[in-house]
């Protein structure tokens, strides 16, 4: 393995560290307007910094070809229907914040520019001493995330020391609240630190 890959051991993601008791909340957005959904999204934005949801408008076809679409560079179909979604989250989150209407002159801020990623993370030899993503925080508002079924990800846990897997669901996307948002709502909103493991057997 390179030696620009190997980790220090304590970036590295022990088993040990790993809080098999803890998980973050899964959020149906099906009734997208009910204040109690709405409460949940701001809570999971507070406590975790991190959230799933489901039942959130973009088709699983078109998740499905996204997966596909990165080797073709073809995702705008994806961003069409991401952005109203992350609009939404965001006006949700403002409104814990007292924000009841997002000012259009400053909408391009709080959006940011609207970047896909594609990461992959080729099967690895010796995946305990590295990782397919460093620990990091997002500097954007907030970052939707499609994972496929490698169950990689994880979150910086609430004791600040255990980190918590985010398990792969069908369908749902996770959302990460990012530095941005954290220094808007003046640390009410959490900004979650993650990473990603990588596996042996696949990417």
């Given amino acids: ?17 790993i809080d098999n008791q803890e998980s973050i909340p899964t ?11 709405e409460k949940s999204i701001r809570e999971a934005a507070t406590k975790w910094g991190c ?13 499905e070809d996204l997966k596909d679409a990165a ?25 814990g914040l007292n924000v009841n209407e997002i000012d259009e002159s400053l909408e391009p801020l ?9 990461n992959y993370y080729p099967p690895c030899p010796n995946p305990s001493i590295t990782m397919g993503a460093r620990r990091h925080c997002d500097g954007s508002c907030i970052t939707l995330l ?6 990689g990800l994880y979150i910086l846990g609430t004791k600040g ?13 996770a959302v990460n609240i990012g530095d941005l948002l954290q220094i808007i709502s003046n640390d009410q909103y959490k900004s979650i630190e993650h990473c990603v493991a990588v596996e042996s057997s696949r990417a």
Avoid at 110 to 118: E, H, K, R, S
Avoid at 161 to 169: G, P, T
Wanted: glycine share 4%.
């Fill in 1 to 17: 393995m390179p030696s620009q890959c190997i980790q220090p051991k304590e970036q590295r993601l022990e088993k040990s560290q």
């Fill in 27 to 37: 959020i149906d957005l099906s009734n997208f307007c009910d204040l109690n959904v």
């Fill in 51 to 63: 959230f799933q949801i489901i039942n959130h408008g973009i088709p699983n076809e078109v998740l």
């Fill in 71 to 95: 080797h073709r560079y073809q995702v705008l179909e994806y961003q069409k229907w991401a952005k109203p979604l992350a609009k939404k989250l965001l006006e949700v989150l403002l409104k």
């Fill in 110 to 118: 709080l959006m940011g520019t609207m970047n896909i990623n594609m």
């Fill in 146 to 151: 499609f994972k496929d079924d490698m169950e």
């Fill in 161 to 173: 020391d255990n980190w918590i897997h985010v398990n792969s669901i069908k369908g749902a996307l």
